[in-house]
């Protein structure tokens, strides 16, 4: 199995963090338990040979090096038991304070928008236009797609597979240094998406791209959807097909599938680009030429 994306070396769920602290907390009580029970026997030992040499001469000769040998093996269990308890003791502090840091940490994923003046990217941005009206700024993207960092290096979409066929479609992987991102680098046009979700729902997030990726032979373009809302713009009909899909469709339909549902009351087919843009507009750390994109780009740029 190819893992594309990989899940960061995050500190873990929560709900885990939080079973491990039970279980070095008992942990940690019985380390007080057996330590404040060897005190005790040593108390009693150190009473009983005190009491024993009042009585017996002979038997407070044995009592001397008996208590010696209590007295250093009472010595190191003592150091023992102190050890075990001080790193069960910073073990349990170190995932206490994991477990507040894993309930604030927060990661980042991309929906990247984008128009590389492509003859059926233009005709999407119609239909957009006809849409949203032609002053529309969201209207101008044609195509979506999803990355898990900053690089844009990795991305997945349901696009051409060719650069210059467009009729050979499906799961693809795609760079905005590389393919039809770079095609026209003085034409081509991005708007970044930056969302921040949780460690649970990015790690799922990465392993349904990596399983989309494993199967995508099982995949293919929705071509004839795409083609009925260009037509007729938002198509009532309902479609369950969950092995065809495009670009927008399958970018809403896997956020979703993740517990990241942006679009609460829209039906997944008729998601498009321009719905992502307006949407998520607050949410745009760049939008600008491809080719001046920078991975810790923070400023927006028209």
Known sequence: MVLLFRTKPSLGSPVRL???SRRLTVALGFVRFWRTCGALAAFAATFYL??????NAPL???SRRSRGQMHAYTEQAELTIIFVYGIISCEL???RVEILMS???QNKIYIVLSNNHTSVGRIVCLRQKLQFGRKDIGARYSHASLSLDATLQNMLSFARKRIHNPFVAGLVQESITSGLFALKPTQSRIAVICLDVSSEQYDKLAARMNEYWNKRSEYKYNTHVLIRILLHGRDKK???DKKSFFCSQWVEDILRECGIDIFADEELYT???ADFYHKLSDYIIYEGLTKEYSGDARTENT
Do not use: G, I, M, T
Request: charged share 40%; proline share 4%; glycine share 0%.
């Open 18 to 20: 939080q079973a491990r």
């Open 50 to 55: 005190h009491k024993s040499q009042r009585s």
């Open 60 to 62: 407070r000769q044995l």
């Open 93 to 95: 502090l170190r995932l």
């Open 103 to 105: 309930a604030d940490k």
């Open 238 to 240: 309902r479609y369950e």
């Open 271 to 273: 998601v498009s680009p």
